[in-house]
């Protein structure tokens, strides 16, 4: 059985474990915002045909916001392209998480690739691909519906093959090459912003490099920028970035989370991947690439206001290579007893690694978010009261799989609003979701509330009311992130009013 043949037996177990312990329900306020995205791009695509207009696709937008309020389009497109083709196979959470285990795999495939590019060796490329499955974050999300790990994929992609043109003479590049090289570029930017650090890599290296060479890059990247151009240009023109900045000054974590290795890559390997990161640095220090890709992402998000091991994933390519580098190293020492303990320890440790992960990602539990938004039949608006244990965004995610007929109305609605009679005939509000026993027997009363349905599970007991009193037809709904009401067929001058209004306001 040759190495490849081995890779690839090791890919189909690790895709087969993936599916078997993956949730076919969604747990997460991120997810359910994402999956909502994603349907909301296949509606967009389906419906392309009765568009006239730009203003036609934007009324679109919003109308689909007052419905299922969390699309947050802020978020570049292309990993929602994605889910949207997903979703057109067939509207379920299973379909998607294969969809992004498949993606993680693709990574870990490229991963091999880079390594590959680098060292020209087969063992620590497969290595450093096995390490990259294996760490405890990349096996959390590599079923999640997030956007992170396929910003992982393009990234390293654009880099791959930035290496490939960079190991070629300079008279050697053709146009195709600084096309293709731009096009990459430009995907990875569309999948999450954070890839702008993917452009000044390119440019500090390939000026490092040479001159000629520089110039190529050069305008590489200013094709890259014009492809790009039109998104930019939309995306500041309906002023969506002033939502994403928002996000990124107004929340604090600690610095810490990027360096916490346990956290990163779990409690088995942790150790290792940190001893092996600086051996790799120290050995490789004069491949500044590596360098430059590392340091500066780095040294910038620490200095940003919203901290989170997600945004630095980009880096997670160089962890995987570093471990795949440095067991090598061993592998290559003299043969000795001393040198096939290390080498026995670290398989050990990766393989009770990859256990724990398992089991930690098995033990999930599932709340009854689907069965509560089944009964939901009538016309009229559903208030959700609180966040927890279940968020929003997953309500509304069900909400649309369930084709309920009102608008998915969140918890922020309080920020401006009280639970009384006049409020809940003033916003068309039919039925109510309780999952933390807001609602007390003077309150049912006192609104005319009958329980429609009921199920406790894990100490947490999810009621659905239906109002029993005279509602409004009112097509509107509070939108989170304006701090304010929208309404059906609203203009697009209004919306983006409310956008400089409230920058970003938290609430997932």
């Not at 379909?95 to 390594?115: A, E, G, P, Q």
């Not at 592998?331 to 690694?353: C, D, G, P």
């Not at 003033?426 to 309780?434: E, F, G, L, P």
Request: glycine share 2%; with cysteine.
């Amino acid at each position: 059985m040759t190495l490849k043949d081995k890779i690839l037996i090791f890919f189909i177990a690790y895709f087969a474990l993936q599916l078997l312990i993956t949730d076919n329900y969604i747990s997460t306020s991120d997810e359910g915002t994402h999956a909502i995205i994603g349907l909301f791009y296949k509606d967009l695509i389906y419906n392309l045909k009765n568009f006239h207009s730009l203003n036609d696709i934007i009324k679109f937008g919003i109308n689909y916001l007052v419905k299922y309020p969390k699309i947050s389009l802020y978020y570049p497109p292309l990993y929602y392209v994605f889910l949207a083709i997903a979703f057109m196979i067939q509207e379920s959470v299973i379909v998607v998480r294969i969809l992004n285990i498949l993606l993680t795999l693709l990574t870990s495939y490229i991963i091999y690739k880079l390594s590959y590019e680098f060292f020209e060796k087969e063992w620590p490329s497969v290595l450093s691909s096995i390490f990259f499955l294996s760490f405890s974050l990349i096996f959390f999300y590599a079923d999640k519906i997030m956007i992170d790990t396929t910003q992982i994929l393009l990234f390293s992609t654009a880099l791959l093959y930035y290496v490939k043109i960079k190991k070629m003479k300079v008279q050697d590049i053709r146009t195709k090459n600084i096309v293709l090289l731009s096009i990459l570029v430009s995907l990875s930017f569309l999948v999450k912003f954070y890839s702008i650090f993917l452009p000044i890599i390119i440019l500090i290296d390939s000026f490092l490099k040479d001159k000629k060479f520089f110039k190529k890059i050069v305008i590489s990247l200013i094709l890259s920028g014009l492809i790009v151009s039109p998104y930019v240009f939309l995306y500041y023109k309906t002023n969506l970035y002033k939502m994403t900045f928002g996000k990124s000054l107004y929340e604090y974590s600690s610095n810490l989370v990027y360096f916490d290795v346990f956290l990163n890559f779990g409690i088995f390997l942790g150790l290792f991947v940190g001893i092996s990161t600086a051996y790799f640095f120290y050995k490789n220090r004069k491949h500044y690439l590596f360098f430059i890709w590392f340091f500066i992402p780095l040294i910038v998000l620490l200095f940003l206001g919203n901290k989170s091991p997600r945004y630095a994933f980009i880096l997670m390519p160089i962890y995987a290579m570093s471990c795949g580098f440095t067991l090598s190293k061993i592998k290559e020492w003299s043969a000795s007893k001393k040198r096939n303990l290390l080498i026995i320890i670290i398989i050990v440790l990766l393989v009770l690694q990859m256990s724990y992960n398992v089991y930690e990602n098995s033990k999930d539990v599932i709340y009854p978010v689907d069965e509560v938004m089944k009964p939901i039949k009538k016309e009229g608006n559903i208030l959700i009261l609180s966040e927890d244990p279940v968020y929003s965004s997953i309500f509304t995610f069900y909400g649309r799989i369930n084709q309920v007929p009102g608008n998915i109305i969140r918890p922020c609605f309080f920020w401006k609003n009280n639970l009384t009679k006049e409020s809940l005939n003033d916003w068309d509000i039919r039925y109510i979701i309780d999952q933390e026993n807001n609602i007390s027997d003077e309150l049912i009363n006192s609104l005319n509330l009958q329980n429609l349905w009921e199920k406790t599970t894990e100490n947490k007991t999810f009621r659905l009311f239906e109002t029993m009193g005279n509602i409004s037809k009112v097509d509107c709904n509070f939108i989170c992130v304006f701090n304010d009401k929208v309404c059906k067929d609203q203009s697009i001058t209004d919306v983006i009013k409310l956008i400089n209004k409230n920058v970003y306001i938290n609430s997932d």
